[in-house]
C-alpha cells in the first residue's frame, strides 16, 4: 500500500472512478399499428383522441402517414403547419403506438368551454419497441365548423418515461 501522500490506497496504479454504466435496456416490446379511427366529428374530445392517436403512432422514424390520415380533424392552419414541427417527444423511438388517450380537464388559460370552443388536457400513453412507455401531455384546442369539430391548437407540454 502507498501511504506516502496520507491516504491508504491499495493499488494507486489503477482506475478508482467506478465503472460507467452502458447504455440502458428496456424489455422488448411488440408494436402493433393501429386500426384508424373514425371519430363522430361531432365530438370534440373523441376528435381529440383520434388525432392524439393517429399522430404519435409511427411504425419508423420516416413514418408520414399520419400527415394523409389527419387533416379532416385539424384546420386548414394547423394541418399545413403541424408537418414541419418535430414531435421530439419520440424521437429515436419508433415504432410506437398509442395505447391510451385520457382527456382531461379544461385549459383555463384558454378560457372555459362554449358551444363553439373547446379545449382540454389530454395525456397519451405511447408505447415504443425498445425505450420503454412514455406519458405525454398535450393542451388541445378545437373550435365547432361546419364540419364539426377541428383542431387549432395541440401544443405538447411535456413528456416522461414510466414503467419498466
Partial sequence: ???????????PDHAQAPETAGP???????????SV????ENDPAAVAEA?????????AETDKSWQETVPPW????????LPSVSNGALEGKAPTAVSAV???????????????????????????????????????????TDQGWLINAVPLDSWHRIGK
Fill in 24 to 34: 440502458r435496456q428496456y424489455e422488448r416490446q411488440t408494436i402493433a399499428p393501429p
Fill in 37 to 40: 379511427p373514425e371519430p363522430d
Fill in 74 to 81: 385539424l384546420t386548414p392552419d394547423l394541418a399545413e403547419q
Fill in 1 to 11: 500500500m502507498d501511504r506516502s501522500n496520507g491516504f491508504a490506497q491499495p493499488f
Fill in 51 to 59: 388525432f392524439l392517436t393517429v399522430y404519435n403512432t409511427r411504425s
Fill in 102 to 144: 385520457v382527456i382531461k380537464g379544461n385549459v383555463e388559460d384558454w378560457g372555459p368551454d362554449t358551444p363553439l370552443r373547446w379545449a382540454h388536457h389530454a395525456d397519451v400513453t405511447v408505447e415504443t419497441q425498445d425505450n420503454g412507455t412514455y406519458v405525454l401531455s398535450f393542451r388541445v384546442r378545437s373550435q365547432l
